[in-house]
């Protein structure tokens, strides 16, 4: 079967690697100061944070409609025998629901909520590549996407609570607690759902080498294949430290750096920097 691969913008991959297995991304909007921007088309992450560094409020996403959707189907599910979509996921956006709403006037269009985002919804739609080259159900395929979600393992430690802050996803009294104590979040994608894991104590560079050991050492459960590193803009001297215990661990076949898109950003801030990998 010829089949095409389509996701969200939120799945943060890289256009080298959007290039390569030539997938079809489609933006979320961007909402700064009441305006709509398309992610990554008319506005980026360093966008974002110039504004709030410079006073402004922080910026929010929209969904894909239904509409928006529908029109992305329609190009390609007479061209192929069947579409594949991925979605961020459903616990965070409405995206999913609309997509499969809109793909019900699609008979070859099958929709997948990652049940994650940014590159661990990116590892679903690398997977999503991998098996339809030998696809030749697009249930069976369906199905198979849809167990593959459950062994994506994603989490992110952020420097800064500031952006979760004015973002109501985290209290100021808990904020302030974390600036006096010196520490930093894991923010663990389970279930769905980001929830708050361990809390990692000292500079951002020490706790990004211990967040990354604890993560990685003695595990035996790894997927081999791929992991990403993906991060908002970060010192030079904390992506190396997270580099160098990254290598610690020669065990992937395919170590991805890539930057997070603006669904992150507007939400995490600068700052952020998290592994993401798969469970056999």
Request: proline share 3%; charged share 20%; with cysteine.
């Amino acid at each position: 079967m010829n089949i095409k691969i389509i996701s969200d913008s939120t799945c943060d991959l890289s256009p080298a690697l959007v290039e390569q297995f030539d997938i079809a991304i489609i933006p979320l909007t961007v909402i700064k100061d009441g305006k709509e921007y398309s992610d990554s088309i008319t506005i980026t992450p360093a966008d974002i944070f110039a504004h709030v560094a410079a006073g402004g409020d922080l910026c929010s996403t929209a969904a894909v409609n239904i509409d928006q959707y529908s029109k992305l189907f329609a190009q390609y599910a007479d061209k192929y025998d069947g579409v594949i979509h991925i979605n961020i996921s459903s616990e965070f956006s409405s995206c999913y629901q609309n997509a499969c709403l809109a793909a019900e006037d699609y008979p070859n269009v099958r929709v997948i909520d990652s049940r994650n985002l940014s590159t661990g919804q990116g590892l679903v739609v690398l997977k999503a590549c991998e098996l339809a080259k030998t696809c030749t159900d697009l249930d069976t395929l369906k199905a198979e996407l849809d167990a593959f979600t459950e062994k994506v393992e994603a989490s992110f430690v952020v420097e800064d609570l500031k952006y979760l802050v004015k973002g109501g996803r985290c209290s100021s009294v808990a904020a302030l607690g974390a600036n006096l104590l010196n520490l930093k979040p894991c923010i663990e994608v389970r279930n769905g759902k980001m929830v708050t894991g361990k809390k990692y104590r000292g500079n951002f560079t020490k706790c990004l080498t211990n967040y990354i050991t604890d993560r990685l050492e003695n595990r035996d459960d790894l997927d081999n294949g791929t992991i990403f590193l993906t991060h908002t803009p970060v010192s030079e001297t904390a992506l190396t430290a997270a580099k160098e215990a990254l290598e610690k661990f020669p065990f992937f076949h395919n170590v991805y750096e890539t930057e997070a898109g603006c669904t992150v950003s507007c939400h995490c801030g600068p700052g952020t920097l998290g592994i993401l990998f798969v469970r056999k």
